[in-house]
C-alpha cells in the first residue's frame, strides 16, 4: 500500500492568469457504495471495495501528479467520505459521514477512515444514493483560496432508489430534499463555477436523469451488479482534473 501522501506536491507552486497567481483550494466528497455488492468481482479474489479503497487512498498523490503536469497547482487538498448503503435494509448502518480531512497533514485519520469500510448489507440492489449525493452537495465547503473548486464523485455499481425511499426507517436524517424537484435546486444552488460531480455509476434512472440534467457533471457508466473495473479509476481521476 502507497501511504507517502507528500509525493510530488508542491505548495509553493503558483499558476498565473492576467499577471496574477491563481490560489486553487479544493474539497472533494467521495460518496463510496458500501453495500454487499462490492464485495464481489466475478470470481476474482480482490474485492471492489478494497480496490475502490485503495484508489481513495492513492487519490491524493495521483491527483497531484495529474495536476503538476497540467501545470496547475493546489494550495489546499481536502476531502470528505460519504459512504452509503440502504436506510431500510440497514438502519443506523447505512450511512456513514465524515468531516473533511485535510491532506497531507490529516493522511493517518483519512486512512484510519478508509480501511474501516466494508462491504455489506444494502438488501435490494438499489441503495439510497442520493441520500449520500445530498449529505455530499450540503457539506462545509472552504470559503478559502481565489480559484475553488468543490467537487462530488460517487462511486457505485448500484440503480438509486428515489429520495425518500428510506423515510420510514428511524434512523433517516431530517433535513433531506423532499424530492427530486428539491434535490435540483440543492444542486442549482452551489457556486456554479467551482461545482462538479463524477460519477461512476449505472445508466439507470436516478443517475441518468442527473447526468442529463445537472451542469458540470461527468457520468461515467458502470454495470449494476457488476462491481468497478480497475481501469475506470484513471478515467475517474482525468475527468476530475480535467474539470479542476
Known amino acids: 500500500m502507497n501511504n507517502n501522501y507528500q509525493g510530488n506536491y508542491q505548495n509553493n507552486q503558483s499558476n498565473y492568469q492576467g499577471g496574477q ?6 474539497d472533494m466528497v467521495f460518496c463510496i457504495d458500501a453495500t454487499g ?5 466475478s470470481g476474482k479474489q480482490n474485492k471492489i471495495i478494497n480496490m475502490v479503497k485503495q484508489n ?10 495529474v495536476m503538476n503536469h497540467k501545470g496547475k497547482s493546489v494550495r489546499q487538498l481536502r476531502v470528505r467520505i460519504v459512504a452509503f448503503r440502504d436506510y431500510i435494509a440497514d438502519q443506523e448502518n447505512a450511512m456513514l459521514v465524515t468531516d473533511f480531512f485535510l491532506l497531507p497533514q490529516q493522511a493517518a485519520e483519512f486512512e484510519a477512515c478508509i480501511n474501516s ?6 438488501g435490494d440492489l438499489p441503495e439510497d444514493g442520493l441520500e449520500a449525493l445530498a449529505y455530499a452537495i450540503k457539506s ?4 478559502e483560496g481565489t480559484k475553488k473548486r468543490q467537487v462530488i464523485v460517487v462511486w457505485t455499481d448500484a440503480g438509486t432508489h428515489e429520495i425518500g425511499f428510506g423515510s420510514r426507517s428511524p434512523y433517516y436524517p431530517g433535513g433531506m430534499p423532499a424530492n427530486m424537484s428539491e434535490l435540483n435546486d440543492w444542486w442549482d444552488d452551489m457556486h456554479p463555477n467551482a ?20 451542469d458540470n457533471t461527468v457520468h461515467i457508466p458502470s454495470a449494476a451488479g457488476n462491481g468497478l473495473a480497475e481501469q475506470n479509476y484513471a478515467e475517474i481521476l482525468s475527468a476530475i482534473a480535467n474539470s479542476v
Open 56 to 65: 481513495a487512498l492513492n487519490f491524493y498523490n495521483d491527483f497531484s501528479d
Open 21 to 26: 497567481a491563481m490560489d486553487y483550494t479544493v
Open 37 to 41: 455488492s462490492m464485495e464481489d468481482m
Open 195 to 214: 461545482k462538479r460531480l463524477v460519477m461512476f455509476a449505472p445508466d439507470e434512472e436516478g443517475w441518468s436523469y442527473i447526468s442529463r440534467t445537472w
Open 140 to 143: 462545509q465547503w472552504t470559503t
Open 117 to 122: 469500510i466494508h462491504a455489506q448489507g444494502g
